[in-house]
């Protein structure tokens, strides 16, 4: 069935892209962390 | 007259780029001083006169320039003052006098200030109708510096202002600004040019390394 | 000497006062009528050869025509704000205390005027190149249409010009920020210059309420470019 | 040194829990959006992207919402603070890579119900401006410059946004009715909706926007990081600077 591979690539392009774009969030966040520490931090 | 200084600056901190121009910088300036700026490249002297003219943002420190606060209030001290960078803000395809003229007029000089203007610099004569494009680099900061005087500013900062200007430029720069001075313009001059603008200035502070030096009253 | 210094310009003689500059520039500069109309001619052509049918052509002419003086008009913003870029008229504008709104109503109007001299000329190359016809009542239609339309471009010219003024990489952002906001500039004018060149047989009567839309633009992106300058400005 | 090996630098027990609901809720999104939730009468297999599609497209439009609202608040004197700027510019961030997600998702979906991937209906062609319009604001965020001028800059930008929507849509929308061809948009979206698809498409709404508030808690403090680094290394530049004067 040729829909298959549409509605099957529809769910992996939505959460795909979302997993990528936390992933690169993290790792943003995780290098700036290296030089803020814990106390300096408004949201702790 | 209130006793406040036209320019007070303490631990002003200024950032281009992620570089710190100037690193805590301290300077009062009376009413009526005329400060010569001495220093090597890169110590930051054109980014203290630009500060000065509320052109750029504080990062740390405070700053108060005519009684305005360089933190919160920028645009009120940047019609008040007169700044005459490295670039001389011409338009090339204009001549000396719609050039003036315009910048005179943006302040809301008269037809005839701006005509004493031109004459101040000796730019009525031959030069007035010639466009900037076809005059030379001299003859360009003339027009700037006669620009400058139609603006009629309460605090003149001046980068360089001598540079290439003959020597009858130079005489008439600094008769220029010893007449705005005693008319009650307060001026900061930055220059390498120590032993012209020594005569005219009333104190010289030296800036290094992003910092400001009082050398103290010249006699 | 302070009580004299405060008489700086009014909103309208700014305005004025900077309108007349950035013609008298342009009069001197000649950077539109030797370098922005040429290529805008040119690409005119290029739709000709690219579409190569005189049945399509004359369909095409109106879109054809705002398309080009939308592409000619980023390079008019650019060298408008090149101007006061060169020698740092910038910063003696900013420390001139001339208000921000008669500086952008300046610089829009130099823009619009600039512009309608371009789809004047372009108007006229779809005339003889692509044989649109043009009416009287198509005539009136027309001129109110490259008005209100050239108005809307000016003030969202100056507006994104004056944003991209000192930032790198500004050739590129400035299309990027601009064509997306003039695109309804785009839909309205084609279709009004459609009914006023009677293309496919629509009447010159259904052009006028597309121009309602150019008219709301035009004032719409006005007032709020007079508004926001400042800030943009005030770097 | 401990910070270096830390793992969770801009969550707060408020966002793990959140984060841990969206997770479960998006497995639970899926599993009822591709398995349960039955085939519809007309749409056929197709309407399961809806339960992608809808939410994401949903979202984009509350992130550029959010984003006007808080450059607004910026601008305003009184609320004028850089958290602000920096939800805008999160908010926006994952309002664009939602838009580009439901633009694809939407495409996919057209191609099966319409037999094609784009149509100038009104709502996609508005859709598809607001895209490039918020990829500009991102590109002029990055322009640099210091935090305030940033921040006021694109502030300005995104109200301009606000305005220019309403008009793209408005003018689309005309230009569309005027359009010769039908508007192919109307067709074979007429969807008959039983209670468990009505449910998984509010569920999708709902874990999407979950996901948006764990996203952009999370962007905004990441880049109120990335600002204080920036702090930190003017401190070391600043004795840098004046240790110049030594040498």
């Known amino acids: ?44 | ?219 | ?235 | 040194m401990t910070p270096t090996s830390e793992r969770n630098v801009t969550g707060t027990s408020f966002t793990r829990g959140l984060g841990i609901v969206t997770v479960l809720g998006i497995g639970l999104l899926i599993v009822l959006g591709l398995f349960v939730s039955p085939a519809d009468v007309n749409q056929g297999e197709s309407v399961r992207i809806m339960y992608a599609h809808v939410p994401g497209a949903w979202l984009a439009y509350l992130a550029f919402i959010v984003t006007g609202v808080s450059s607004a608040a910026y601008l305003w004197n009184r609320t004028r603070s850089l958290t602000w700027d920096r939800i805008a510019g999160a908010s926006a961030e994952v309002g664009v890579l939602f838009m580009g997600i439901s633009l694809v998702t939407g495409s996919l979906w057209g191609r099966i119900t319409w037999g094609t991937y784009w149509t100038w209906d009104a709502r996609l062609t508005t859709t598809a401006f607001l895209f490039v319009t918020y990829v500009g604001y991102l590109a002029v965020r990055g322009l640099g410059g210091s935090h305030h001028q940033r921040a006021r800059r694109s502030a300005v930008l995104a109200l301009l946004a606000v305005l220019e929507i309403p008009l793209v849509h408005f003018s689309v929308r005309l230009w569309n009715t005027l359009h010769q061809e039908a508007s192919v948009a109307g067709r074979g979206t007429d969807v008959t909706m039983d209670g468990l698809m009505l449910f998984s498409l509010f569920l999708g709404v709902i874990v999407f926007t979950l996901m948006y508030v764990w996203l952009v808690l999370h962007r905004q403090r990441a880049l109120a990081l990335q600002d204080m680094v920036e702090d930190f290394g003017l401190d070391a530049a600043l004795a840098a600077r004046r240790a110049e004067e030594v040498v």
């Not at chain 2, 001290?77 to 005179?104: C, I, K, M, Q, S």
């Not at chain 3, 601009?178 to 009677?198: K, N, Y």
């Open chain 1, 1 to 44: 069935m040729d829909d298959l591979g549409f509605i099957l690539g529809s769910y992996i392009v939505t959460f795909g892209s979302i997993a990528l774009y936390v992933a690169s969030v993290v790792k943003r966040s995780r290098r700036a962390g290296r030089v803020v520490s814990r106390e300096q931090r408004p949201w702790t």
């Open chain 3, 1 to 235: 000497m302070s009580e004299r210094r405060h008489a700086f310009a009014s909103v309208r003689a700014t305005a004025r006062l900077i309108a007349v500059k950035d013609l008298r520039i342009e009069r001197r500069g000649r950077v539109l009528t030797n370098q922005v109309l040429p290529f805008a001619l040119i690409v005119m052509v290029m739709f000709a050869f690219a579409l190569d049918s005189d049945a399509v052509l004359e369909r095409v002419a109106p879109g054809l025509v705002w398309l080009a003086t939308l592409f000619s008009t980023l390079f008019v913003i650019a060298r408008s704000f090149a101007v006061e870029g060169s020698d740092g008229a910038l910063d003696q504008l900013r420390t001139s205390g001339a208000p921000s709104a008669g500086i952008f109503l300046g610089k829009a109007l130099a823009l619009m005027v600039q512009l309608l001299v371009l789809v004047v000329v372009l108007v006229v190359a779809a005339v003889v190149l692509y044989r649109a016809d043009l009416s009287w009542q198509g005539g009136v239609l027309l001129v109110t249409t490259a008005v209100a339309a050239t108005g809307g471009l000016a003030a969202v010219g100056t507006l994104y010009g004056g944003l991209s003024a000192g930032a790198k990489g500004r050739e590129t952002l400035l299309p990027l920020l601009v064509l997306p906001v003039v695109a309804p500039v785009l839909i309205g004018a084609t279709r009004a210059t459609e009914s006023a060149f009677g293309t496919n047989g629509i009447a010159v009567g259904e052009g006028w309420p597309w121009l309602g839309l150019l008219a709301v633009f035009a004032v719409l992106f006005g007032v709020t470019g007079a508004i926001a300058f400042g800030s943009l400005l005030d770097e």
């Open chain 2, 1 to 219: 007259m209130a006793p406040d200084p036209p320019v007070v600056l303490n631990d002003a901190v200024v950032v281009i780029g992620a570089f710190p121009v100037l690193a805590g910088a301290n300077l009062t300036v009376r009413s009526g001083e005329i400060v010569l700026l001495r220093g090597p490249n890169g110590a930051g002297k054109t980014t203290l006169l630009r500060l000065c003219a509320g052109l750029i943002e504080l990062k740390r420190g405070r700053g108060r320039v005519l009684g305005h606060d360089l933190s919160t209030d920028r645009w009120s001290v940047r019609h008040r003052v007169g700044l005459l960078g490295h670039a001389n803000g011409l338009y090339p395809d204009l001549t000396v006098r719609e050039n003036v003229a315009f910048w005179g007029r943006t302040v809301g000089a008269t037809d005839a200030e701006i005509a004493a203007a031109l004459r101040r610099m000796a730019l009525d004569a031959r030069l007035a109708d010639v466009q900037i494009s076809r005059l030379s680099a001299g003859q360009r900061r003339r027009t700037a510096l006669a620009a400058l005087v139609a603006r009629r500013a309460e605090l003149w900062l001046l980068d360089e202002p001598h540079a290439g200007l003959d020597a009858a430029g130079r005489d008439e720069l600094d008769e220029v600004l010893r007449q705005a001075a005693q008319a009650g313009a307060t001026i900061m001059v930055a220059s390498h040019e120590l032993e012209r603008a020594g005569t005219l200035a009333t104190r010289q502070v030296e800036v290094v390394a992003g910092q400001v030096r009082d050398s103290g009253a010249i006699s």
